[in-house]
């Protein structure tokens, strides 16, 4: 079936850091890609997404591009900030409308000062 | 525009007690998605609602388990004769007709805690 692998946290990374977290995909087909963000205590919040290959979904600094060939859909940012601390959560989701999403493990990221 | 609605915050129940988890889709949303969240966990799907349809249950457990999405109201994820298993967050989640490539917007989740 259907699956999100990410790499596993926790990550902690210094201020203004760079920051990549690994996502890879298993899918039959061509899914929508998206990157949740989960801060202590509060639901999910969409991060950015990408519908097709070689797209880069972007918000707040974050990257990811959509990358078919390695079915990859790496989580960047230049410059981390303490701010950043949370949990993320790769995602997919097949067009068609209504399928659900199917999340990875998540990834924690800690940054300190 | 409110977003996605979920009461209560916190639950607690004893063992063998009752649970309802109430979720209030973002307006114009008819499409409904429960969650599970163990404890340092990532986020299972359980069950997927359509106003007064199930479309997938195949994340439900088989027992003690049950959802709905009335006409009217929000919907009501249920769970009969809790165990200390159960303890967990539960998210619902809600998405628009017709659009299956748009992200679905997420409710901040009911603390379910079994004592």
């Known amino acids: 079936g259907d699956s999100v692998t990410q790499m596993e946290g926790p990550v902690t990374l210094s201020e203004e850091a760079f920051l990549t977290i690994n996502c890879t995909y298993t899918a039959t087909g061509y899914p929508s890609l998206f990157w949740y963000v989960q801060y202590p205590g509060e639901g999910l919040q969409l991060l950015l997404k990408?519908?097709?290959?070689?797209d880069k979904g972007s918000n707040k600094g974050f990257e990811a591009t959509y990358r078919k060939e390695t079915t990859s859909f790496h989580l960047e940012k230049g410059s981390v900030q303490v701010s950043d601390s949370a949990v993320y959560f790769c995602?997919?989701?097949?067009?068609?409308?209504?399928?659900?999403?199917?999340f990875g493990t998540g990834t924690q990221l800690k940054v300190e000062l | 525009n409110a977003g996605v609605m979920q009461n209560p915050r916190h639950l607690v129940r004893r063992r063998g007690q009752e649970a309802r988890l109430r979720c209030s889709p973002m307006k114009g949303h008819s499409h409904v998605y429960w969650y599970r969240q163990l404890p340092e966990e990532g986020l299972k799907f359980m069950v997927y609602?359509?106003?007064?349809?199930?479309?997938?249950e195949s994340g439900m457990p088989k027992e003690r388990f049950s959802a709905e999405f009335p006409k009217e109201g929000p919907s009501i994820l249920r769970i009969q004769q809790v165990v200390r298993g159960d303890s967990a967050a539960y998210f619902c989640?809600?998405?628009?007709?017709?659009?299956?490539?748009?992200?679905?917007?997420f409710g901040n989740g009911t603390r379910l805690t079994v004592t």
């Open positions: 990408a519908t097709k290959a070689d």
């Open positions: 989640a809600s998405s628009p007709p017709g659009q299956g490539n748009s992200p679905l917007h």
């Open positions: 995602a997919l989701r097949f067009t068609g409308g209504g399928n659900k999403l199917t």
């Open positions: 609602l359509q106003k007064e349809n199930i479309i997938d």
